[in-house]
């Protein structure tokens, strides 16, 4: 019987096939955005055992052991990594139709070799190949990166970090280039006047600059900024609801940062002005340094409060948002635009009913000078399955130029997640196969195929201006 997982997995036209095998099977992975950890890379990191690897985490698979009624003890709790893993194993079978599914069979099949569909009868079994192989130099963080030809890879780092172990994996000989990515959001948490303050604290003794004065607080994080870039990184990133934009004078964002500094919350309103004026200051250090910022809009985040105080953020208890996006958008661009000093950007919506929104909105700023220079970025998070991916694919196709599209990224804090660029170039390519053979593109392989490539890999490697390794 044929595997689960095989050759022609998703591919269902001769010409999907020929797209995928010919131009996108063998293509480096430029993984520009994910949140693993520097420090596991720097060091090469072995892994007890799957679980440790593959559940510690994984918000996604947390969510659907909850929803099979399995208690946190087995997801964040103290079970030990087999009750863990069991419990997993015990769910897989009820994730049908689910990414998670296709997922689980691609990570188990490109990590470890293994055919065998996950389930209770099957999990000891599998528990105990994946870890002989997880023992091995290919299980730990280099062979992975190795063995799928990981030829970029950018962190998520927030500016008070010393970004030493960037600093080690360059001296190391790992072929991979490994860039952070400058995540200023705790800078804008003025209604949260304790720890900002902390933070604040934190980013004066980084830069060696006193932040007693909103001027102050920019010449730091201008410094760490510039330090950032000096250490390879040529992207930012911000995590928010949605783009801020509102009106606030040098004078308004003076006395919300003074309120703040002396331990006042800020009011809705001025937290959404303080961080108006800093995503301006944000966004004219990025174009003077030729950086490209990203932008992950429409996140509702710690919905069960109950969850939040027990767990933390980032525990499986967010879900997409229904802001509207549009004007405060608009506003943030054309507010860089205006003085020329609007960076190359990258727009990524967590809410479907966004896509054309974002689509269209893109072509408002193109100026010739870099091709693609505003970007809708790929499916994020909630939309990085089949379905999704489909939908912005085609939403970039009808509204913009897919022939300039960066890519795909894993957008993951796991090292098991680099098969999800192989799941989005066999949608792409099955996409692009139905088209040619529906004879709505040209049945031209090497025409098609050049444009696989491209959005594969060179588009991302021309793009980001983040040198690849020799993968």
């Known amino acids: 019987m044929k595997p689960f997982i095989h050759d022609d997995f998703l591919l269902r036209t001769d010409a999907a ?14 993984d520009y955005h994910c949140h693993i950890p520097p420090a596991d890379v720097a060091a090469n990191r072995e892994f007890r055992n799957l679980a440790d690897i593959w559940l510690a ?19 964040t709790g103290d079970a030990s990594d087999w009750e863990k893993f069991e419990a997993w194993a015990a769910t897989v079978p009820h994730t049908l139709g689910n990414p998670l599914y296709h997922w689980t069979h691609l990570e188990l099949k490109r990590v470890f070799g293994i055919d065998t569909l996950l389930h209770p009868g099957t999990a000891k079994a599998i528990w105990d190949e994946a870890n002989r192989v997880l023992a091995t130099d290919d299980g730990r963080v280099h062979g992975i990166l190795k063995r799928f030809r990981v030829a970029v890879i950018g962190t998520t780092d927030d500016p008070t970090d ?30 949260d006047p304790a720890a900002w303050n902390a933070w604040v604290n934190l980013l004066s003794s980084r830069s060696g600059l006193a932040c007693d004065s909103l001027r ?74 030729g950086w490209t910022k990203q932008m992950h809009l429409g996140a509702m985040r710690n919905n069960s409060t109950r969850q939040f105080r027990a767990l933390g953020p980032d525990t499986g208890f967010d879900s997409i948002g229904d802001r509207p996006q549009g004007q405060a958008l608009s506003r943030y661009l054309d507010s860089l635009d205006l003085t020329g000093e609007l960076p190359k950007t990258v727009l990524y919506n967590l809410n479907p009913a ?27 998070w909630f939309l990085d399955q089949k379905e999704a991916m489909e939908w912005q694919i085609r939403a970039l196709s009808n ?16 090292f098991l997640s680099y098969p999800r660029h192989e799941y989005f170039r066999r949608i792409l390519c099955n996409l692009l196969g139905q088209d040619m053979e529906h004879g709505e593109i040209p049945d031209d392989l090497d025409r098609v195929g050049a444009l696989v490539r491209d959005i594969c890999f060179h588009n991302a490697v021309r793009y980001f201006g983040m040198e690849p390794g020799p993968v």
């Not at 360059?170 to 959001?185: E, G, H």
């Open 57 to 75: 985490g994984d918000h996604y698979k947390w969510r659907a052991m909850r929803s099979n009624g399995v208690p946190e003890t087995y997801c």
């Open 399 to 414: 509204l913009g130029l897919l022939s300039r599209f960066v890519g795909m990224l894993t957008d993951s804090r796991s």
């Open 17 to 30: 096939r020929a797209l995928y095998h010919q131009f996108a099977k063998d293509q480096p992975i430029y």
């Open 162 to 191: 010393t970004l030493e172990h960037h600093q080690a994996i360059r001296a190391s000989d790992l072929p991979t280039r490994v860039y952070p990515s400058f995540r200023p959001d705790k800078a804008l948490r003025v209604d």
């Open 216 to 289: 102050g607080l920019e010449e730091a994080l201008a410094d760490r900024h510039g330090f950032f870039h000096d250490q390879g990184s040529r992207l930012s990133d911000h995590g928010l609801e949605c783009a801020l934009a509102e009106p606030c004078t040098q004078a308004e964002a003076e006395a919300i940062f003074a309120g703040a500094r002396g331990g006042r919350a800020a009011t809705p309103a001025e937290t959404a002005k303080f961080g108006s004026y800093l995503m301006r200051t944000f966004g004219r250090l990025d174009a003077a340094r």
């Open 354 to 380: 966004d896509n054309y929104l974002f689509a269209t909105m893109i072509g408002n700023f193109q100026d010739g000078s870099v091709p693609g220079k505003i970007q809708f970025g790929s499916g994020w």
